[in-house]
Every structure is written in structure tokens, then in C-alpha cells.
């Protein structure tokens, strides 16, 4: 029950935001707040409670039951982690949009918690009919998020987002029948159960073909070269909050579909995709660093960041180790984290010098020395400085891949150099340099610091103390490989 | 032919709705009172309704040698009955507004719901025929019912034209496919066609000719020059009612005939429904892209969700006649209601077909806006809403079939799709700049609001919890 909590209450939450913005503003805020830190504090609850196992909660209940459709919801280690990271960002979320956000106010935090209600679902869902009605439910909120409280080239952007998404998403409904039917004629049960589904038979050629249509919609998402062109333009283009939530969290939800149907629905066909995918992750960390050095646009260049990093998640997860998949866990949730905050500080200076553009900051370390030192530990964060979590993540999926393919480990290991490259850059173009502009700088406010802070720890502490995670989602990639062991693992390393 | 052992019973919603179009012309020969008639009209379509619900769906039988009515046409038939109750809901607001003389329209609006209602009970190409024809001619009417705007008469006449051409083309069909077979009953061209694995040339042309003519009232391509013209010079109710009911009798005559004759062994026959339906999905949308008239865009977006639907009904089969249902359901109400939303917001002057009319509804008329929003979403076919689960449907039943082409070509001609519907509502939630001349200045009635409400609840209730809709089907058709 407490799984259908979680998304009912954000979705209420949203409603009463939204009615509540008629009397007043900040009451909108306040409420999204609350909702946001109610369903924290649960999650953080479940987490405390936890046991080993692989399941911690399930629930289902029928719902077109003639289709074999079930409301079908399940809660393991990686939900979990996805779960708590999508309310712990949320609350940022909220927080950032505080003094940005000014016009509409209700329908924006109705947005707001929307799109989290769907990212929730979507990490929940056992049920792959449920799951592509979710995918689809994330998608319109956040359109609108981009399409109205936008930048400048704001509608652009938001039908680049909808359309990229949405057409492979229809890949992946496609993909999903026909999964339905291969399973129908071979038990004669129609199902979109998960666990139903997990041990389908399927002749390899309909495999490769199911796989693509699942793939074409995460890899959109995750993004990966090439599909990854609407991602600069919806990032730099969205409000700040929206930002945070399609870097932390939507993209992760490509790298959660990887994880959780990719791999154990057609392992074997994965397992021949495998070199391929980890070639595209490494094109991804190169190029994506590359044209980060590149761009003049804070967010833009924090948007490529993104593409890069991202690399390392699918470069980990066609590595077919648990090293390696450790490592993508803590690099969705690091990289959430790390990169949200970047997008917070472009927000932030985006609202005191109302410009992204980089070539026209520089020197603001000695005006507002704060946020210079926040700026600092993320971009160190971002470019994987030891003691930060993104030195974890990223080791670990290093190591991982080296036993799957060194020669892609070499290439993939040089895009850490590339990214000690953009992050200083970073530093150096806003924060040291000579002071231009005549505008005040104040240095971050309370409500600021009350962000930024609580994003600190939490780095730092991933960095120093990854076990917790790594332990809570243990059981389930132990579980994974298991399956996987006679197989895909050993077809895979003898691919080198 | 024998009459008398029918059962007067068994054609009562046909009598109910001419009674009530005869009283409301008697009425209108008295005085003339538009509420008076409104209400007849309404009265007289939820009479027909319940009856449906309470006779008719348990009693299957045959009204020899015109009628069938079975659980699939009296599902639909329900289902038009509700749409002309809809249309006429929306329509009291809108001819109130306008001076012309509005009583007839309802008289028309009947009979256009009795034709309609003829074609998709019958089995019979006389009936079929004479459905036809009592549908076209009052839509004739409606089409032009505006007269005092250049582009209403255009489009009447356009129509007439047209429509008259194909029933030419229909009824040349007819006379062939019943020289080959001898039978202008279904059923006996059936039973010939069954002894013919091969296609003989008359039956052949016949076929043809049929297509020509059923195409056209469908309006799938190439078929479908008249639809963008028709639509933007009709008034918008009368637009919905073409893009629907109109529409819907003609999908279930031809999904029964097919079934009956069992057209699915000729390939040829196939094949080309297929041409049909891939160029009704791909034109329809590509056209649709670069229109800058909502009702043209409807228009074209009403072709493409006939090519839609065309997938589900080469599919065939059990699922495929629960797709054509279930879609059909979710179309009419989506597409009435889009229209409801522009006749609410037409003014005297011209109907609200604009996109730029559309610039910044969103901040003038919320609730207006998030109706329009819910409807273009259900046309896009996104979740939460009908249209998603009605094209879900049809796309597991072309799986289901094996068509896997068709059913790519749904999938990418409704990525194409979305395009234009998200521009409608981006539209929306544009900001408006200063005040525009040019506005429209609409009075709003509480009875559309309260219809597209209702219609819009219904979208995203069946969108969440379609399954009582599919058990409801599944009680008419089996």
C-alpha cells in the first residue's frame, strides 16, 4: 500500500498546490514542500526498515485484467535508491523555484509534482503496460514545465523533448506487444506482468528486434550519441527546476529500463548488442566532453556534462558485471546530484545577472565567495575528484569494464581527463578572471544555502561512505547475475 | 416481401426519431420556438437510448430482408444516438447565437441520426442505400445551414456535388456486384462469393465501386479532397457531426460487410484497403502539419484516425471488432468534443478556427483551455486518456493480426501526428501580448460547459479505467 502512497500523494499534492495557488502563492510552495517531504521522510522510513532481501514491498491489484494488465507496483534495492533520490531532489525542486517561478505558480508545482509522480511510478511499476503509461505520464508535465516557464527559445525546445520521447517511446509500446504476444503463444496467458514475462522464450531474431524497441526508447532518454540532440536544447531551455528534474532524474529513468528490462528480458540479445552499446557509451563520454568544452551557454555546457557522464552508465551496464553495475547505480544517483547542482548555481546566477553566457561572467569568486566554494565541490564532483561520489561511481564502472573490454576501458578512462578539462574551465570562466559586470552580486541567500548544503553532504558522503548504497542494492544484482551467469557473462568477457 | 410479422417493437428507435423530426416540423409550422424543439430533439435521442439499454440489448434478431440488429449495431447505435444528443447540446448555444432561422437544423439533425443509424443496422444494399441517402441529403442542409457565410454555402455545395457523384459510383457498384451474384442481400452475395475463390470481373468492378463510394463518405485518401473544404465552411457542430456519426454508421456497414462476405480471402481486396490506410495515416497527418485553420486540421487529423481504424478492421476478427468499437467510442467523444470547444468559442461573426484564436486561452479560459487540452491529447493518443487506450487497442489487434506494417505505420504517422497537436496547444499556453482587435468575443453557455465537461471526465475516466467500457462492449458483441 505504502507504494500506491507515494504517487497518490505527490498527485494530490499537485492538485491541492495547484487549487491553493489561488489564494496564495506561497502556500502553493509551502504545500509542494510538505508533499515533497512527506513522501521523503517515508521513503527514508522503508529505507531504515529494510531487510536484505530482494523485494522489499510489492502490491497489484487488476486493472484491465481482459489484457492481462495489472497495477502492478514493486519496490527492490534500485527503486528504492531511484525512489529516494527522486523526492530528495523534488525538495530541491521546490526550493530552487522559490523566487524564479512567478506567474502561474499553481499549475507549475501541479507540474512539478507530476512529472516526480510519474518518475515515481515509472521506478515502481512491475507491470510493463503500467510502466509505458507512466513513461508517457512524466512526459506532459514536463513539456509544460519547458513549454511555459522556458527560456527564450523555449517552444523549440519543448516539442524537440516531446517528439524525440515520445516517438521512441512508441517504439518501446511496440516492443512491449510484442512481447505480450510471444509470451501469449507460448503459455497461452496474455500477461505484461514483469515476472511473468522475465522468462519468455524468444527466438533470438524477434529478441533483436524487441530489444531495439525497448532500447531506441531508454537510450533516447539516457541519451546516448546520436540521440542525444534534444537534451542541450530542453536543458538549457527549461526553468531550473525543470533542469534539475530531467538531469537528475529523467535521464535515469533510461539507465533504471536498462537495467531492469534491457538486460534480464533478452539477455542473450543484449549480450550480443554488448560491445557495440559499450562503444556508443565511450563515443558518448568522449564527444559529450568535447562539445561541453565547447559551449559558451552555463547550462548548455552543464547539458553536454550530461551526455558524458551518461556514457559511463551504459558503457557499465553492457559490461555485465556487478563492479560494474555498482557503479552505474552510484553514477545515476551521484550524477543526479552532482549535475543538479550545477544546474542550481546556473539558476541561481541566472537569476542575478540574467545571463547564461559564460564569456560575460568571470571574477565572481571575490563577490560572492560562498557560492564560489559551493561551485567548487560540484565541479570537482563532475570531474571525479577522489572523496566525492562520482570518484566512486565512475571507478567502479571502470573497473567493471575493464574485464569486460580494456581497450574501451583505455578510451573511456581518458574521457575523466577530458572532464577535468570542462569542469575547470567552468571555475575559471565564472569565478576567477577579472570582474566585469556592474550589476551586484550578492552572495546566496539563506534559502540558497539551505539547497546547496544538504546537496554537499550528501556527495561527500557518498563519496566517503558508498557501502550503504552499494549494500542496498546488492541483493538485487546479485540476483540479476545469478540468472545471467551461465550465459551472457561468459559470452561477454570472451568478447574483447 | 412481408411485413406483417415485424414487430413493431423491434424498429422502434427508427419510428422514435422520425416521430419526433415530424413533430418537430409540425411544431415549427405552428411557432416557432427553439426550445421547444431543442427540447424534443434531446427527449426523443434519450428515448432512443434507453430503449436500446433496456430492450435491445438482449434481443438479436432480424428484420427481414433490410435489418440485422445485433449486439455490434446496437452498440453503435447507442453510441451515434449519444453523439447526436451531444451534438445537439452544443448546437442550442451556437445557432442561438446566430440569426438564422434555427428550428429546422434539429429536423435535419434527426434524420441525419436516422440514417446513420439505418447504415449500421442494415444487410441489405437497399437499406444501405436509402441510410445513405437520408444521410447525405440532411447533411446537404446542415453543411450550408449557415447561409448568410460565403464559405458555409461553398462547402454545402461541395458537398452536394461530391457526395451525389459517389453515390452515383455506390449505387453503379451495387447494380454490378448484383449482376455477378444475383443478390442484393449480404448474406446471398455472401454465399455466392464463397463459391467463388476467385474474384470474377463484375464482382471485382462492383467492389470497386464500392470502395470509391464508401471512401469518400469516409473520407480516407484519395478519397478525400472534399473533407478540409467541407469542414472549415460547416458550422462547427455540424463539423462534428460529420467527422463522427457520419462516419461511424459507414465504418460498421463496412466492417459487416466485409465480415459478411468474408473479403478477407481476396488479397486484392486486402491490399488495397491497406494502400488505403497507409495513405490515409501518412497524408492526413503530413497534410495536417501545415494547416493553419484548426477545423482544417481536424480535417485532416479525422482522415488519419479513419486510416487508424482501418487497421484494426483488416485485422479482423473478435479483437478487431472490440478495437473498431472501442475506437469509435473514443474518437467521437474526443472529436465532438474538440469541436464543442470551438463552437463554444465562436462568436456572431465567425467560428473560432484560427490557431491564432487559440493564442493565450489558456490565461483567458482555463477551464476551456485544459478541456481543448485534454481532447488534443486524446486525439494524439497520449495516456490518461481514451484516445490512448483506443489506439492501444488497435494497435493489438493489427499485432494481434500479424500486420506488423500497419502497425508501424500507425506508430510513425501518429509521431508525425503529434506535432500539430502539440503546436494547437503550445498555442494555448502561449502568452498573450496586449489585446487583440480582432478577438473573438464569445458568450458562454453553462450547457456546453457542462457537455464538454462531461464529455471530457467520460475521456479520461475510460483513459484510467477503460475496462468497463471493454466489458461493456464485450456484453453487446458476444
Redesign the interface.
Known amino acids: 500500500m505504502i507504494l500506491v502512497a507515494f504517487i497518490a500523494i505527490l498527485m494530490t499534492g499537485g492538485i491541492i498546490a495547484w487549487i491553493a495557488a489561488s489564494w496564495s502563492h506561497s502556500a502553493s510552495r509551502w504545500i509542494s514542500l510538505v508533499t515533497l517531504l512527506v513522501d521523503f521522510s517515508l521513503a527514508i522510513s522503508v529505507w531504515m526498515n529494510s531487510s536484505g532481501l530482494e523485494w522489499i514491498e510489492k502490491f497489484s491489484v487488476p486493472w484491465v485484467p481482459d489484457f492481462g494488465i495489472s497495477f502492478s507496483l514493486a519496490l527492490d534495492g534500485l527503486s528504492l535508491l531511484m525512489l529516494v533520490l527522486t523526492f530528495f531532489l523534488g525538495i530541491f525542486g521546490v526550493l530552487v523555484s522559490w523566487n524564479e517561478i512567478q506567474e502561474r505558480v499553481g499549475f507549475f508545482h501541479f507540474n512539478l509534482l507530476w512529472v516526480l509522480a510519474g518518475i515515481s511510478g515509472v521506478f515502481l511499476t512491475m507491470d510493463l503496460f503500467l510502466f509505458y503509461f507512466f513513461w508517457e505520464v512524466m512526459l506532459i508535465p514536463m513539456y509544460f514545465l519547458i513549454g511555459i516557464w522556458g527560456h527564450e527559445n523555449k517552444r523549440y525546445a519543448a516539442f524537440k523533448f516531446f517528439i524525440f520521447t515520445q516517438a521512441s517511446g512508441l517504439l518501446m509500446l511496440l516492443a512491449i506487444l510484442g512481447l505480450y504476444f510471444v509470451h501469449k503463444s507460448n503459455s497461452g496467458t496474455g500477461t505484461f506482468d514483469y515476472f511473468q514475462l522475465l522468462g519468455t522464450q524468444i527466438p533470438l531474431g524477434t529478441s533483436r528486434w524487441l530489444m531495439l524497441g525497448f532500447l531506441a526508447a531508454f537510450i533516447v532518454k539516457l541519451p546516448v550519441v546520436p540521440f542525444h540532440t534534444w537534451l542541450p536544447d530542453a536543458h538549457s531551455q527549461a526553468p531550473t527546476a525543470g533542469s534539475l528534474i530531467l538531469a537528475g532524474l529523467l535521464l535515469k529513468t533510461g539507465a533504471y529500463g536498462l537495467i531492469r528490462f534491457v538486460v534480464p528480458l533478452f539477455p542473450e540479445a543484449s549480450a550480443e548488442l554488448a560491445p557495440w552499446a559499450m562503444l556508443l557509451g565511450v563515443v558518448g563520454i568522449l564527444y559529450g566532453a568535447s562539445l561541453a568544452f565547447a559551449q559558451t551557454d552555463l547550462k548548455r555546457l552543464v547539458a553536454y556534462t550530461s551526455v558524458s557522464h551518461m556514457g559511463f552508465v551504459i558503457l557499465g551496464v553492457f559490461a555485465f558485471n556487478q563492479l560494474a553495475m555498482q557503479g552505474v547505480v552510484m553514477q545515476m544517483i551521484t550524477h543526479a546530484i552532482s549535475t543538479g547542482a550545477l544546474f542550481a548555481i546556473a539558476g541561481v546566477l541566472y537569476e542575478r545577472i540574467h545571463t547564461r553566457d559564460i564569456l560575460a561572467m568571470g571574477g565572481f569568486w571575490g563577490k560572492a565567495p560562498f557560492m564560489g566554494v559551493v561551485t567548487l565541490i560540484f565541479v570537482m564532483a563532475s570531474l571525479g575528484l577522489p572523496g566525492l561520489g562520482n570518484f566512486v561511481a565512475e571507478f567502479l564502472t571502470l573497473i567493471g569494464s575493464w574485464q569486460a573490454n580494456p581497450m574501451l576501458t583505455i578510451f573511456a578512462a581518458i574521457g575523466i581527463v577530458t572532464a577535468t578539462a570542462y569542469s575547470l574551465r567552468i571555475m575559471q570562466k565564472v569565478f576567477l578572471g577579472k570582474w566585469q559586470s556592474e550589476k551586484a552580486m550578492p552572495d546566496l541567500s539563506l534559502r540558497e544555502k539551505l539547497i546547496f548544503i544538504p546537496l554537499i553532504v550528501t556527495i561527500i558522503w557518498l563519496g566517503l561512505f558508498p557501502q550503504t548504497v552499494i549494500n542496498t542494492v546488492k541483493p538485487m544484482i546479485d540476483k540479476q547475475f545469478k540468472i545471467e551467469q551461465p550465459t551472457s557473462i561468459q559470452n561477454n568477457n570472451g568478447v574483447q | 416481401m412481408e411485413f406483417s410479422n415485424i414487430n413493431i417493437v423491434d424498429v422502434l428507435p427508427g419510428i422514435f426519431l422520425v416521430t419526433a423530426s415530424v413533430l418537430a416540423m409540425l411544431s415549427i409550422a405552428i411557432k416557432r420556438n427553439h426550445i421547444f424543439i431543442f427540447v424534443v430533439t434531446t427527449t426523443s435521442l434519450m428515448g432512443v437510448f434507453l430503449y436500446l439499454i433496456f430492450y435491445a440489448s438482449n434481443h438479436k434478431f432480424n428484420v427481414e430482408p433490410l435489418f440485422v440488429i445485433d449486439g455490434f449495431g446496437t452498440f453503435v447505435t447507442g453510441l451515434i444516438v449519444m453523439s447526436a444528443l451531444a451534438v445537439s447540446l452544443l448546437s442550442y448555444a451556437y445557432f442561438e447565437q446566430r440569426e438564422e432561422r434555427k428550428e429546422e437544423y434539429y429536423i435535419l439533425l434527426l434524420l441525419a441520426t436516422l440514417g446513420s443509424d439505418i447504415l449500421v443496422i442494415s444487410k441489405h444494399f437497399v437499406s444501405f442505400f436509402l441510410g445513405l441517402e437520408i444521410l447525405s441529403i440532411s447533411l446537404y442542409a446542415m453543411v450550408a445551414y449557415l447561409r448568410k457565410r460565403n464559405k458555409s454555402d461553398e462547402a454545402g455545395l461541395k458537398y452536394l456535388i461530391l457526395a451525389a457523384f459517389s453515390s452515383a459510383f455506390l449505387l453503379f457498384g451495387m447494380a454490378l456486384v448484383y449482376s455477378a451474384s444475383g443478390s442484393m442481400d449480404f448474406s446471398g452475395i455472401a454465399s455466392y462469393v464463397a463459391s467463388n475463390p476467385t474474384l470474377p470481373l463484375p464482382l471485382f468492378a462492383g467492389m470497386c465501386l464500392l470502395v470509391v463510394g464508401i471512401g469518400f463518405k469516409l473520407g480516407v485518401v484519395p478519397f478525400h479532397m472534399w473533407a478540409p473544404d467541407v469542414y472549415e465552411g460547416a458550422p462547427a457542430p455540424v463539423a462534428a457531426f460529420i467527422a463522427s456519426i457520419s462516419k461511424g454508421g459507414m465504418i460498421v456497414l463496412l466492417v459487416r460487410f466485409f465480415d459478411q462476405i468474408n473479403g478477407f480471402q481476396y488479397p486484392v481486396l486486402v491490399l488495397a484497403f491497406a494502400c488505403i490506410a497507409v495513405a490515409s495515416m501518412f497524408i492526413g497527418n503530413i497534410l495536417a502539419i501545415q494547416q493553419t485553420n484548426v477545423k482544417r486540421i481536424l480535417a485532416y487529423s479525422s482522415i488519419a484516425h479513419m486510416g487508424y481504424i482501418f487497421v484494426a478492421f483488416l485485422a479482423g476478427g473478435e479483437l478487431g471488432k472490440e478495437a473498431v468499437s472501442f475506437y469509435l467510442v473514443a474518437y467521437f467523444l474526443t472529436i465532438i468534443g474538440t469541436f464543442g470547444v470551438i463552437a463554444i468559442l465562436s462568436d456572431h461573426d465567425r467560428d473560432a478556427e484560427l490557431l491564432d484564436d487559440y493564442k493565450g486561452l489558456f490565461w483567458r479560459h482555463p477551464k476551456i483551455a485544459m478541456v481543448m487540452t485534454a481532447m488534443l491529447?486524446s486525439l494524439a493518443g497520449?495516456?490518461?486518456t481514451a484516445g490512448?487506450v483506443g489506439k492501444?487497442y488497435l494497435?493489438?489487434s493489427g499485432?494481434?493480426a500479424q500486420l506488423w506494417w500497419l502497425?508501424?505505420v500507425l506508430?510513425v504517422s501518429?509521431?508525425i501526428g503529434?506535432?500539430y497537436y502539440?503546436?494547437i496547444i503550445?498555442m494555448m499556453?502561449?502568452k498573450m501580448e496586449g489585446t487583440d482587435e480582432l478577438a473573438l468575443h464569445p458568450r458562454l453557455y453553462l450547457i456546453n460547459l457542462i457537455t464538454l465537461v462531461v464529455i471530457s471526465v467520460l475521456i479520461i475516466f475510460y483513459g484510467v479505467y477503460?475496462?468497463g467500457l471493454?466489458?461493456r462492449i464485450?456484453d453487446f458483441l458476444y
Open positions: 491529447l497520449i495516456p490518461l490512448f492501444f494497435i493489438t499485432a494481434n502497425v508501424i506508430v501518429s509521431v503529434l506535432y502539440i503546436r503550445a499556453f502561449e477503460p475496462q471493454i466489458d464485450r
